[in-house]
């Protein structure tokens, strides 16, 4: 699993995996987040997100009165919200402090605070940076990838999940801004040492491309965040002509919806992406016309690859468009919608669920790859991709 300092989950959140507005996506892969169409500010006030956020007023209501009755009885905001939502019996049920909340709204727009980072847990629980930021706190302190983190502000995270590492490195609500200290117990080959970083306020780098051999164009989506769709539209114009792409979804756990679509648009010639249902009512999503429909393509997956990464996935893959490769994904397929608690947190509550193009629920499933690879989160897979679209070429 890969993780990196940003969409990070509060540590003393009990949500277990949501995060986000409608469609929420888990954090198990310290990626990022899932959401339909109504997280997209621009479409937030549409009369049919009004629409449906009437029909799930009851259930939030239900949870708003559970709510106050623990402030009644001596509960913190926070507590009176956690309360509530457990006893809501809601599986992705999330809650957020304020400023929690406009922190992910950030995060969701390209922006984060962190130090710049990303890492992942290895066999042996060690936990390796994978990559560093440009620019960034990390990348000033000369950590670069392959180093192994020790401990992080005196805790050591070797076993620890990745999403828990992320959160330290994050900070708690009280000491995640721009400027707080983070110490870092770092080691590289036998030297070890402990470097003092100060978080920032960084952009986010949802989207990387590089190119193998023989022009296939491997384009990694860490999350749907703004401005991804156009992004990938881009990388695939770029792309060598004729040659192959890898669309890299490996450790996604979701994001913008609307950015989901639009990625999608890169490789269909319109049609349709996904069904969804809000308590009853029954809403479709559409790819945009013009897409590449004919350039080989591999969508590289693996148990990471969540929320709106899945519905990308289950649309090439029942519309024929691209060969599924890695490992069963996570299998979240349900819609979160949000509301304001009394004293000022913020609820998601699941009102509905999302399915494939040809009818399939994700949720509690995942989609099964075509060519399903041991280690997917490996290099092996991409090299596999790579001879699947070798094969797809010479058809």
């Known amino acids: 699993m890969s993780g990196r300092d940003l969409f990070c989950q509060p540590r003393r959140i009990r949500r277990g995996a949501a995060l986000t507005l409608v469609f929420a996506s888990v954090l198990v892969a310290g990626a990022a987040t899932g959401s339909f169409p109504e997280l997209d500010r621009a479409d937030r006030k549409s009369a049919s997100d009004a629409a449906r956020t009437a029909l799930a007023a009851d259930r939030h209501e239900d949870v708003a009165k559970a709510a106050q009755e623990a402030l009644a009885d001596g509960k913190s905001p926070m507590e009176a919200a956690e309360r509530a939502v457990s006893r ?14 406009e922190e992910f709204e950030e995060a969701l727009d390209g ?30 302190a000369g950590i670069r990838g392959g180093d192994r983190l020790r401990s992080v502000d005196g805790q050591q995270v070797a076993g620890q999940p990745v999403t828990e590492v992320v959160s330290l490195l994050r900070g708690d609500a009280t000491d995640a801004a721009a400027g707080t ?25 949802s989207v990387t491309v590089r190119e193998l051999a023989g022009g296939i164009t491997v384009i990694k989506i860490s999350a749907f965040t703004k401005g991804v769709g156009e992004d990938v539209l881009g990388a695939v114009r770029r792309a060598p002509a004729g040659a192959g792409i890898v669309l890299d979804l490996r450790g996604n756990s979701g994001g913008l919806v609307t950015e989901a679509v639009t990625t999608a648009s890169a490789f269909l010639d319109g049609g349709l992406v996904a069904t969804y249902d809000v308590d009853g009512e029954q ?13 080989p393509l591999v969508a590289l997956v693996d148990g990471g690859t969540m929320s709106a990464a899945e519905m990308l996935t289950g649309a090439l893959q029942d519309r024929g468009r691209a060969v599924v490769v890695g490992s069963r994904t996570f299998g979240k397929g349900s819609v979160q919608m949000p509301s304001r608690l009394p004293g000022g947190s913020v609820a998601e509550l699941t009102v509905g669920h999302y399915r494939t193009p040809s009818g399939r ?16 989160d490996g290099p092996t ?15």
């Open 283 to 295: 809403q479709a999503l559409h790819a945009d016309p013009g897409g590449d429909t004919t350039r």
């Open 111 to 140: 922006r984060y605070t962190g130090v710049g980072l990303w890492a992942r847990r290895e066999r042996d629980g060690r936990i390796e940076v994978t990559r560093v930021a440009p620019g960034s706190p990390a990348a000033a």
């Open 361 to 376: 629920g994700v949720d509690g499933r995942g989609i099964t790859p075509d060519l399903e690879v041991d280690q997917a």
């Open 88 to 101: 809501s019996g809601d599986r992705w049920g999330a809650v957020y402090s304020q400023g929690e909340y």
């Open 181 to 205: 200290q983070v110490r870092l117990g770092l080691q590289r080959g036998t030297h070890a040492w402990t470097k003092t970083l100060r978080r920032a306020r960084l952009s986010t780098d």
């Open 381 to 395: 897979a991409v090299q596999r991709a790579e001879t699947v679209l070798s094969g797809l070429g010479d058809d």
